[in-house]
């Protein structure tokens, strides 16, 4: 391998100053958990298009994953100084070229192309992130949009949209909040669109996500019942609740939260697609919406995972659990012990330098040396020398297999090696 390109999913790319992939997040790459159909993410997936077939939409679920910059971030209007273009935020294959840190890089392609007035989209997506047991670098999605043409000459976009609305199947849900009217100041709606089309469009959308989740818990209410758990939920009609978002490419925009064994979970983003968005992909005189919802997360609730690691695990007392279109309760087969070990380091001077380290910074080190043996990284102490004003910082591993216990001396090599090198690519002081 020539050290001025790399191989992301069998494919080279030229690298330059922007790249900072580094090879333990490339083994992920390829694994398309998404598609296993007795992985959780996969059964997940199945589960939430198998509610949609035959009501319109397309299935994508084979793009790459790496992206360009313009897809990514560029056409959404993610502004130039959007924090999610940061390379201590997203995995660059070079300036041009990201793992793609959302699947909405994919709807303009989808928006162009798609011969069904919907699609949805899975895949895996990257971004850098802290470690503990509900981030991973590496996480998956499941995108879905509609556009509605004001070309059809037989029927008004009115009467379309409602037409579909009155189509769609009819559940049982509770729904609090559901501020239908978008909020003029905060959550203003967009000015192409008379108002009765942003509250068909509006209302099309949040039914459909409505349905998508009850889809999902409902299913899940069934494991949890097979399984003898009890919870809160089990039993009640499914609570949702709307909230006021923003996403660049969306207005207005939403959030959906589920009720779910006493807290409101984060569910899913949406909005309706801005114009230019839908200009920029060739579609004329259309309105349509678009949603996008994180499927580890959920996946970890429904099938009782307590760690995100599991998923990437590839051991048969995992593997071998689950099985097509079914949710059912993870049996843990093992807990080995976690050690901690703790590195302290002075910053350098001018910590607000480009060159200074970032808390992800750290969490790469980390990831890359000691993978999923990183149970977690907490930063655990942070203070500034009182005569120089120096930053000092401590972070706490905690070293910790699901599959095998760990001896001190494997730790003790690993823990020097992640000093080691946070010392060689970081312009900080070990202490
Ligand atoms: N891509 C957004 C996210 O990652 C979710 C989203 C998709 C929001 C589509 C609006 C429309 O959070």
Redesign the pocket.
């Not at 840190?101 to 909405?104: A, I, L, N, R």
């Not at 899913?268 to 909005?271: I, S």
């Given at each position: 391998l020539d050290s001025s390109s790399i191989v992301v999913n069998g494919v080279s790319h030229k690298t330059d100053e922007w790249t900072n992939i580094r090879p333990g997040i490339l083994s992920l790459v390829g694994r398309n958990l998404h598609k296993q159909p007795n992985h959780p993410i996969g059964i997940l997936r199945g589960l939430i298009e198998s509610r949609f077939e035959g009501l319109g939409y397309t299935f994508y679920n084979d793009f790459e994953p790496a992206v360009s910059v313009h897809d990514n971030f560029d056409v959404l209007g993610f502004p130039e100084d959007h924090p999610g273009r940061s390379k201590s935020d997203t995995y660059y294959i070079n300036k041009n070229t990201v793992l793609r840190?959302?699947?909405?890089a994919h709807?303009p392609y989808c928006f162009r192309d798609c011969k069904t007035p919907g699609y949805f989209i899975s895949g895996d997506?990257y971004r850098k992130d802290e470690i503990d047991q509900t981030h991973y670098p590496v996480f998956h999605?499941l995108?879905g949009?509609r556009i509605w043409s004001k070309n059809d000459s037989d029927n008004s976009v009115i009467t379309q949209i409602q037409n579909d609305i009155d189509g769609l199947p009819k559940i049982d849900i509770l729904v609090e909040d559901d501020n239908l009217v978008y909020d003029a100041q905060i959550n203003p709606k967009q000015s192409h669109m008379s108002d009765k089309e942003t509250e068909l469009v509006t209302t099309h959308l949040k039914r459909t996500i409505e349905i998508l989740v009850d889809q999902v818990f409902s299913e899940a209410k069934k494991a949890a019942k097979e399984s003898g758990l009890s919870g809160s939920s089990y039993d009640e009609p499914l609570r949702v609740r709307w909230l006021t978002d923003k996403?660049p490419?969306?207005a207005p925009?939403w959030q959906i939260e589920v009720w779910w064994n006493g807290r409101w979970l984060e569910c899913?983003?949406?909005?309706i697609v801005k114009r230019e968005v839908l200009l920029q992909s060739g579609i004329e005189n259309s309105i349509g919406w678009?949603?996008?919802i994180?499927l580890d997360r959920i996946a970890m609730l429904l099938f009782g995972i307590p760690d995100i690691r599991v998923f990437w695990s590839q051991d048969e007392r995992f593997t071998k659990q689950f099985s097509e279109s079914k949710i059912s309760i993870f049996k843990p087969y093992s807990k080995y012990p976690g050690t901690t070990r703790d590195i302290s380091f002075w910053l350098p001077e001018d910590s607000t330098n480009i060159d200074s380290v970032h808390e992800n910074d750290v969490m790469e080190v980390v990831r890359e040396i000691a993978g999923d043996i990183a149970e977690s990284v907490k930063l655990i102490d942070e203070f500034s020398h009182p005569k120089s004003g120096r930053k000092s910082q401590c972070y706490r591993v905690n070293y910790q297999s699901m599959d095998r216990s760990l001896t001190n001396d494997e730790i003790n090599v690993l823990h020097e090696k992640v000093r080691k090198e946070l010392e060689e690519l970081h312009p900080i002081e070990l202490r």
């Open positions: 840190t959302h699947t909405s709807e997506v999605q995108e949009g996403f490419w969306t925009s899913c983003g949406c909005g678009a949603f996008g994180g």
